[in-house]
């Protein structure tokens, strides 16, 4: 049972372009969206938020969108920088303060 | 800045040997869990904790598991009789806040190998 899925399992963008990393939900009882980021031998450290009452939330260079009709919400990282290389998670708050987990993006910044 | 830690950061053990991750919360965090990623895979949701009593499981958290909080800092999950497919990262994470943006903080992740 896929609640929250990220249908693309890796992506490469060049340094100072925009990243887009997407994430589909079927779950229309989740009330929080939220975004990790995952680097190689550390746990996923949260990134950015957005309630299911909200369409947009920016924090520096980063944004996410949530689109509820469409059950998608997608995160826009610009400019990308190497840095943020890494693997984002896409997670869902819904009852019971559990957070559901997509399958993570690979996000590849080049110089 | 305040983290979770967890130990040890990788354990291999026996099929069949029971195994206990540790980790420490961050001190005025009221809900703990236990979350694990198999290779490859997405993170997974095993329990929440709070009030020295499970709140939440999932399937994956049979009669195998168990948690405890055994003093006031501790945070513990055992796995008796481990099997192969236990061999995966297990993370452990602690939020504020009891739900609405419930943020939560991971530590670093115990690996378990079971051979």
């Known amino acids: 049972d896929q609640q929250v899925k990220q249908n693309s399992p890796s992506l490469s963008v060049q340094e100072g372009r925009i990243s887009i990393l997407n994430c589909d939900y079927t779950?229309?009882?989740?009330?929080?969206f939220l975004w990790y980021k995952k680097y190689p031998a550390e746990g996923p450290t949260f990134l950015i938020s957005?309630?299911?009452?909200?369409d947009k939330n920016e924090d520096g260079r980063f944004t996410v969108f949530l689109n509820k009709s469409a059950k998608h919400l997608s995160l826009h990282i610009v400019p990308s920088q190497p840095g943020d290389s890494a693997v984002y998670f896409c997670?869902?708050?819904?009852?019971?303060?559990?957070?559901?987990f997509g399958g993570g993006t690979r996000l590849m910044v080049k110089p | 800045e305040p983290e979770v830690t967890q130990t040890p950061s990788h354990q291999v053990t026996q099929m069949g040997q029971e195994v206990i991750l540790r980790c420490v919360p961050i001190s005025n965090h009221l809900y703990f869990y236990w979350y694990r990623q198999i290779l490859g895979q997405k993170v997974e949701f095993l329990v929440s904790f709070y009030n020295n009593e499970i709140s939440e499981k999932s399937e994956i958290f049979d009669d195998q598991f168990s948690v405890e909080r055994p003093d006031g800092s501790n945070f513990t999950l055992k796995i008796r009789s481990t099997k192969l497919e236990d061999s995966a990262m297990y993370f452990c994470?602690?939020?504020?806040?009891?739900?609405?943006?419930?943020?939560?903080?991971f530590g670093a992740g115990s690996r378990l190998t079971v051979l």
């Open positions: 997670a869902a708050e819904g009852a019971g303060n559990m957070l559901t």
């Open positions: 779950n229309s009882m989740f009330d929080y």
């Open positions: 957005i309630s299911s009452i909200k």
């Open positions: 994470a602690s939020s504020r806040r009891t739900g609405g943006n419930n943020v939560l903080t």
